[in-house]
Nanobody, 125 residues
């Protein structure tokens, strides 16, 4: 069965950094758009950013610009979310999601077919 697995979450102090990983176990991520989402306690899930099939980045939220970067390692079939300058308001469960994107869409997909289980990111002093 198709599966996405996130890892790399943890507890970090404000201003710190984390790198999250999103790995596919049974398909190649090269031809998918990959989105990162987060859900804080008591809040709705929100999009953070995505990368399309042409490795172009689109940010869902302005707060991630200049701090968060998404990238692919094609050999490892893994997408990374590098998070720098973390703030307490970044605390959430982070999810990756995948949608087929053979042509390279302009923006992030409107929906995703595959989701990971999430990884907890806590930013606190």
């Amino acid at each position: 069965q198709v599966q996405l697995v996130e890892s790399g979450g943890g507890l970090v102090q404000p201003g710190g950094s984390l790198r999250l990983s999103c790995a596919a176990t049974e398909f190649t991520l090269d031809y998918y758009a990959i989105g990162w989402f987060r859900q804080a306690p008591g809040k709705e899930r929100e999009g953070v950013l995505c990368i399309n099939g042409r490795d172009e980045t689109t940010y869902y939220t302005e707060s991630a610009k200049g701090r968060f970067t998404i990238s692919r390692d094609h050999a490892k079939n893994t997408v990374y979310l590098q998070m720098n300058g973390l703030k307490p308001e970044d605390t959430a469960i982070y999810y990756c999601a995948a949608e087929v994107d053979l042509m390279g869409s302009t923006n992030c997909p409107l929906e995703y077919d595959y989701w990971g289980q999430g990884t907890q990111v806590t930013v606190s002093s």
